[in-house]
């Protein structure tokens, strides 16, 4: 919400300016200007959602699935690291995990979870990481020196996309 503030506050205020302007207008005799009031509030009301659209759309994994999709092997596993990627999942084709220590607004579905060994703390992914297994797993960019400071420093980097990096143990 912090980074769409600026962008919710400007289409208020078009909306409000028009709807005020359309109220002035249109108590008069020239409907020309009630038309064009609404066509101007209209193309602004366009402009400021193109404008938010980028900065709050998240980008998506799309690209990284689809690497992790052709390198899958039986008994591979696959996580995001301290978020849930919706798509992921979707475009790998493959049940994904989540690696958190603070599940936030996912704890009552852990909780009630029959799958848990897909969603693990940190410190149970460390061990995860060391087995015998390969693992793949999302991190964005912003969590990239928390993902290395964790001691996955030697993760081999598969491929990157807007925001989100691609790391295997193997």
């Not at 064009?36 to 193309?43: C, H, M, S």
Request: glycine share 8%.
């Amino acid at each position: 919400i912090s980074r769409a503030w600026p962008y919710l506050a400007a289409i208020a205020v078009v909306l409000v300016a028009g709807a005020i302007q359309g109220w002035r207008v249109s108590s008069g005799t020239n409907p020309r200007a009630s038309i064009i009031t609404l066509a101007a509030t209209a193309v602004l009301m366009f402009a400021c959602v193109t404008f938010a659209a980028p900065p709050l759309i998240r980008p998506g994994t799309k690209p990284l699935a689809e690497i992790v999709r052709r390198n899958f092997q039986p008994g591979d596993k696959v996580f995001s690291y301290h978020d849930y990627f919706q798509d992921l999942p979707y475009y790998s084709g493959i049940l994904t995990g989540i690696v958190a220590d603070d599940w936030g607004e996912l704890t009552f579905g852990v909780s009630h979870a029959k799958d848990t060994d897909r969603f693990i703390s940190d410190a149970e992914f460390e061990q995860v990481w060391a087995g015998a297994g390969r693992v793949f797993v999302v991190v964005k960019n912003k969590d990239i020196a928390v993902f290395r400071a964790a001691g996955f420093g030697s993760a081999l980097t598969l491929g990157e996309c807007r925001g989100h990096i691609l790391f295997s143990n193997r």
